[in-house]
């Protein structure tokens, strides 16, 4: 057993004791602390939660691979998902805290007074959830199976049983703090190594600044090499295809439901929007540090492992390609591996960048203990919103209105045990890389949620049976066109199937439109109370005037 193994286990037991120690000791005693951490979380630490709910297997594991391998095209991941924090922040979170419900179905079934509307929307949610967590578990096995040397598909499993014992025993209340240290520890995972290489390559402990001078570097590489510049736009795909992909993972933002339930853990509206700006510094600070990683990892392998001997390369590399994610393949018989021969999969471009650059067994170990901190973290939210689309919009709204909160919480307990179990099964053969997994589950909140949610706070003439065709619609077109694109091969304008929450969401809003027009309009209540949820908590939009709160009989 070598030292590294030792390290890393030590490192992952020692953080995974604490995420339990913390569940165990914030168990969610009443539906209140399970479902929405009893708003009683301070904005700065559900910023923290909300940066590692956000934190996912997909951008810890696979964001800073993505962009090394499509160059310009993967800054469509980081502007789309930052820009979708802004327009979450401002457009759509306070307005939903002020409306006080715990999950998006039970907003969207209240605003629009239609059961059949909630139902809908709880569905979606379990499919949004359930598809982005196959994501998270994917990635746990990526990392738990460099740990022990391990096929991926055993590493899968081992995560599936760890997610479903904490998420079913903390709830809402247990995995808010469990996910504030967990953003400590993946966030100081992930800078230590990025500011290590910059140190190395650049001699600038600064990456955000000092990677440009080696993309200049690899500029001239890149042309000597004669293949696509890093740093040229729409290579990988249409320019389409790039305004696509940012406006599916904008709008899906601000309509995952799981992100959106971490505005219902704070007390206030103004607490809602300081969630959010910390959320942003948090999130910025991985995000910025992206394409840092991809710039200095795609370096280091060619100038370091690309022209090498096939006898000579470097040990890491061995370990890698008995995961089953790198391929080393000399397909000119010459013994030397050319870039064109070095085959990496983008979901572990950062988890082997402590070791591409030698960083050290404890950086290594801090690496692996930080990604599981992300899948960890990201799953265990999916897991309480998919709980509570089954347990509390469908179970105790629909099926039995008189259950107690014993049997509120125990199906909400097995729903999370039997979800988790299922998603890793889907995990063990995944459908696709990790970014593309998520982006799936972007482009289906995007074509459901987001066109409800949006015309349900602001457009107030928006009812029942719009928002019910406008989920049909929406869901029915995203779906399509990810089935069309992947597997039939048909494309509108170059834009594949991490795109196509463009045409849901395009198809959902104009239905919600068309048919709430065809239709009766909402009760002057409803729209009364659409029209307060624009203004802050102490003023009260009543009978087509405004009132301060205490003024209101």
Do not use: C
Request: glycine share 10%.
């Amino acid at each position: 057993m070598d030292v590294q193994f030792i390290v890393s286990l030590a490192l992952i037991v020692a953080t995974f004791a604490l995420y339990i120690g913390i569940a165990v000791y914030n168990k969610a005693r009443a539906t209140s602390d399970f479902y929405v951490a009893g708003r009683g979380v301070p904005p700065v630490y559900n910023g923290m939660a909300i940066g590692a709910d956000w934190m996912s297997a997909a951008s810890f594991i696979g964001l800073a691979g993505t962009v090394m391998i499509l160059g310009y095209d993967g800054l469509a991941y980081i502007m789309g998902w930052t820009g979708g924090y802004l327009l979450l922040t401002f457009l759509l979170a306070p307005q939903l805290r002020k409306y006080g419900r715990y999950t998006v179905p039970e907003f969207i079934g209240d605003r629009y007074r239609s059961n059949t509307a909630r139902l809908i929307a709880a569905v979606a949610t379990i499919i949004i959830s359930f598809t982005y967590s196959v994501g998270q578990l994917s990635g746990s096995g990526v990392v738990i199976g460099r740990l022990f040397e391990i096929n991926t598909v055993t590493g899968t499993l081992i995560g599936v049983v760890l997610i479903a014992f904490y998420s079913a025993m903390g709830g809402m209340k247990g995995i808010t703090w469990t996910q504030v240290a967990q953003y400590l520890v993946l966030i100081i995972a992930y800078l230590i190594p990025v500011i290590f290489m910059s140190l190395q390559l650049t001699q600038n402990p600064v990456p955000w600044i000092s990677y440009g001078d080696v993309v200049s570097e690899m500029r001239t590489i890149d042309q000597e090499l004669g293949i696509s510049e890093y740093i040229v736009p729409f290579t990988e795909g249409s320019k389409w295809q790039f305004i696509a992909l940012m406006f599916t993972l904008t709008a899906g933002t601000a309509g995952l439901p799981h992100v959106i339930v971490r505005f219902y853990t704070v007390a206030t509206m103004k607490a809602a929007r300081w969630s959010g700006a910390w959320a942003l510094l948090f999130i910025g600070l991985l995000y910025l540090s992206a394409p840092a990683y991809a710039a200095f990892s795609r370096f280091i392998l060619m100038t370091e492992v690309a022209g090498s001997q096939l006898n000579n390369l470097p040990a890491w590399t061995q370990a890698w390609v008995d995961t089953g994610r790198l391929s080393l393949a000399d397909n000119n018989s010459d013994g030397v591996l050319q870039w064109s021969e070095l085959v990496i999969s983008n979901d572990i471009v950062v988890m082997a960048t402590p070791e591409i650059a030698n960083l050290g067994i404890f950086v290594i170990g801090l690496m692996a203990a930080g990604a599981m901190a992300a899948a960890l973290s990201t799953a265990g939210g999916l897991m309480i919103a998919i709980s509570a689309a089954l347990s509390h919009d469908i179970y105790f709204r629909s099926i039995n209105p008189n259950a107690s909160e014993k049997k509120r919480l125990a199906v909400g307990r097995w729903s999370i045990v039997l979800a988790t179990v299922a998603a890793g099964l889907i995990a063990l053969n995944p459908p696709g890389a990790i970014t593309q997994i998520v982006a799936w589950a972007f482009a289906l909140a995007s074509g459901s949620f987001f066109p409800a949610l949006l015309l349900g706070v602001w457009w107030k003439r928006a009812n029942g049976p719009g928002v019910i065709a406008g989920l049909i619609v929406g869901l029915s077109v995203t779906l399509g066109y990810i089935f069309a694109a992947k597997y039939g091969g048909f494309t509108i304008l170059g834009i594949i199937d991490t795109g196509a929450g463009v045409f849901g969401a395009t198809a959902a809003i104009l239905a919600n439109v068309i048919v709430s027009l065809m239709t009766a309009p909402p009760s002057k209540q409803t729209q009364d109370e659409v029209t307060d949820l624009r203004y802050p908590e102490q003023i009260e939009y009543k009978d087509g005037e405004y009132w301060l709160k205490e003024n209101v009989k």
